[in-house]
């Protein structure tokens, strides 16, 4: 349930990417994200808290706070023993490498 949840936010979160490789070409590199899968009502899992992971970030501010966002408004299955911490890393590149 984890990964298919985060693979449906990818298109918004390519779209952060691509918008700031438009002004920064060579921006590119690994970001880590831990976040902590919470549920209110048992029904739907939802992300109570999210940040990167130490220095695993590319150094573009305004690109990774657009990732949090996506990955803050993604839904899950709800954990089944409370909250659930998880860690994901994701890679962004350009086309051709820049």
Request: charged share 20%.
């Amino acid at each position: 349930g984890i990964q298919a949840a985060v693979r449906s936010g990818l298109p918004e979160m390519k779209d952060c990417y691509e918008e700031w490789l438009k002004v920064q070409p060579a921006l590119g590199g690994r970001v880590v994200v831990r976040f902590t899968i919470d549920t209110d009502d048992g029904v739907e899992g939802q992300v109570s808290k999210a940040q990167l992971v130490g220095d695993a970030g590319m150094g573009h501010l305004a690109m990774e706070g657009c990732v949090l966002s996506v990955m803050s408004a993604l839904r899950f299955e709800p954990p089944l023993n409370g909250t659930m911490d998880v860690t994901y890393p994701l890679v962004f590149s350009s086309r051709d490498g820049g």
